[in-house]
């Protein structure tokens, strides 16, 4: 099982094996973007102007949330007095590098682009931390519970589509046994274990899931049970995510029923950081989790 780590412990080792995905390419762009127009003293208002759109396009491509045009970039480049010939190649490079189509591509008839964002975050993190009221973290979730899931949020879907949509959650998964797989540390209060989706079967078989997960020298799982009372996590759901790359900020993501938040800005981050970290303290240790789980497992 994970090994059981301490309360301030550091969750997010760096990877020499993390893979430079699309997104991430993005999100190094756009940080360089940012980083050129303020040195050249540039508004977002007059660098959107300049490419026929507007402060709030400026903003999405700093934050590596859309793709990027090579007319808008050398439009850019120029107004912020970037004239070397080499370093607009190689802005220019990496802007055609981050256009590759990522696997995700092919369910994109039904992937909201609030969530294709977080997939290219969470395919390129090398740490992530979260905390679940409700559902099983879909990394963990076996193919039977992920469609009770899939159905309860989708009534009137067709069955093909519940199909891709269950297809899509299940292929996330690969990223705990690719090469240099992310740190995974997930929270989940007793609610989780006990809200049977998919009847009594279904949720034995994902209760043994989780303890196999657990195995993982990789994940970490802890549980709060009921008899703590409250918690540091009553607002809700949430994940934290870390990169390799030094340029990009973490970024914590709240998952709503049509649309998520994205916060990267320190003060947000360090207190959600704090807001896990008090989570984790007030959960059983991971060792005590598995066999909590094993218990439930049983009694279900």
Avoid: C
């Amino acid at each position: 099982m994970g090994a059981d780590v301490p309360v301030g412990a550091q969750p997010f080792p760096d990877s020499e094996d993390a893979p430079a995905k699309a997104t991430v390419l993005r999100m190094l762009l756009g940080a360089q973007l940012r980083r050129l127009r303020e040195a050249a003293d540039v508004s977002s208002e007059k660098a959107g102007y300049e490419i026929r759109s507007s402060r709030s396009k400026i903003s999405r491509m700093e934050n590596g949330r859309v793709g990027f045009k090579i007319r808008d970039l050398e439009d850019l480049l120029t107004l912020y007095g970037v004239t070397d010939g080499q370093q607009r190649s190689e802005v220019l490079a990496l802007a055609r590098q981050s256009s590759a189509p990522d696997w995700w591509a092919r369910y994109s008839d039904i992937l909201p682009g609030w969530f294709e964002t977080y997939l290219g975050l969470e395919s390129a993190a090398v740490g992530i931390r979260s905390f679940e009221v409700q559902f099983v973290p879909g990394l963990f979730q076996t193919e039977d519970y992920a469609r009770a899931v899939t159905w309860l949020g989708h009534h009137s879907a067709a069955a093909d589509e519940i199909d891709r949509r269950v297809d899509l959650r299940i292929s996330r998964q690969d990223l705990l046994t690719r090469s240099g797989p992310p740190r995974v540390w997930a929270i989940m209060d007793e609610a989780v274990l006990r809200r049977p989706y998919g009847g009594a079967a279904v949720m034995r078989a994902q209760l043994r899931r989780l303890v196999e997960a657990a195995e993982l020298p990789h994940v970490t799982l802890q549980v709060i049970p009921f008899a703590s009372g409250g918690h540091a996590g009553a607002s809700g759901a949430f994940s934290i995510l870390r990169f390799q790359e030094r340029d990009l900020p973490d970024v914590v993501y709240i998952e709503q029923l049509t649309s998520a938040l994205y916060l990267d800005q320190r003060p947000d981050v360090e207190h959600y950081l704090e807001v896990v970290d008090q989570l984790s303290g007030e959960a059983l240790t991971p060792a005590d989790s598995a066999a909590f789980i094993e218990q439930v497992a049983r009694e279900t």
